[in-house]
């Protein structure tokens, strides 16, 4: 439901691994806060160790695996840089509901943060279960950075085609860092 901008606002990567590597090394400075739901896939922790960023995380409480909003509230703050949303959620399958996903926009909207979505599982989605991109509600579109790939949905995870949608400015310092990664790959 999004309309962009496939010129200015769309980056190929070498699948969404790399996606995510070039967003959080491109967007942290040494001592910037990344908050992240665990679990958490192990890449986040290490591409925030290696941008000398400091991660925090938010559990997510089973049996619904939904986080506690009130630590979440709390875990947010004026030092966070990004917030990482894997959604819907690997390894849990949990689907975060639309109150979850409403303060992490509210959140990052007070704090000046930027919100990257890990969206790869995104039309694996069972028992009716609906994913609502975070990008598609209010006031999150200019400051989310969208990641998928075909790796999941089509089954070509050896192909490793990734790709970010976000504004023209974030992609462009995206691709500065990503040009050091890979210049090419599959297409």
């Given at each position: 439901?999004?309309?962009?901008?496939?010129?200015?606002?769309?980056?190929?990567?070498?699948?969404?691994?790399?996606?995510?590597?070039?967003?959080?090394?491109?967007?942290?400075?040494?001592?910037?806060?990344?908050?992240?739901?665990?679990?958490?896939?192990?890449?986040?922790?290490?591409?925030?160790?290696?941008?000398?960023?400091?991660?925090?995380?938010?559990?997510?409480?089973?049996?619904?695996?939904?986080?506690?909003?009130?630590?979440?509230?709390?875990?947010?703050?004026?030092?966070?840089?990004?917030?990482?949303?894997?959604?819907?959620?690997?390894?849990?399958?949990?689907?975060?509901?639309?109150?979850?996903?409403?303060?992490?926009?509210?959140?990052?909207?007070?704090?000046?943060?930027?919100?990257?979505?890990?969206?790869?599982?995104?039309?694996?989605?069972?028992?009716?279960?609906?994913?609502?991109?975070?990008?598609?509600?209010?006031?999150?579109?200019?400051?989310?950075?969208t990641i998928s790939s075909g790796g999941?949905?089509?089954?070509?995870?050896?192909?490793?085609?990734g790709w970010l949608i976000a504004a023209?400015?974030?992609?462009?310092?995206?691709?500065?860092?990503?040009?050091?990664?890979?210049?090419?790959?599959?297409?």
């Open positions: 439901g999004l309309d962009v901008d496939a010129d200015r606002e769309v980056l190929v990567t070498a699948g969404a691994t790399e996606a995510l590597s070039a967003t959080i090394l491109a967007l942290i400075d040494e001592g910037d806060e990344v908050l992240t739901f665990a679990p958490f896939y192990d890449e986040y922790g290490a591409c925030i160790a290696f941008g000398r960023g400091v991660h925090r995380t938010v559990p997510l409480i089973a049996p619904e695996f939904r986080p506690d909003l009130d630590r979440l509230r709390e875990s947010v703050t004026d030092a966070t840089r990004l917030i990482i949303l894997n959604a819907p959620h690997n390894p849990t399958g949990a689907v975060f509901d639309r109150e979850t996903l409403e303060l992490i926009v509210e959140l990052a909207i007070r704090h000046d943060a930027l919100i990257v979505t890990d969206e790869v599982y995104e039309h694996l989605m069972y028992d009716g279960r609906v994913h609502t991109p975070i990008a598609t509600l209010p006031g999150a579109r200019e400051r989310t950075i999941k949905t089509f089954n070509t995870t050896g192909w490793k085609v023209p400015a974030v992609v462009d310092a995206v691709l500065a860092v990503k040009q050091y990664l890979t210049y090419v790959n599959a297409g």
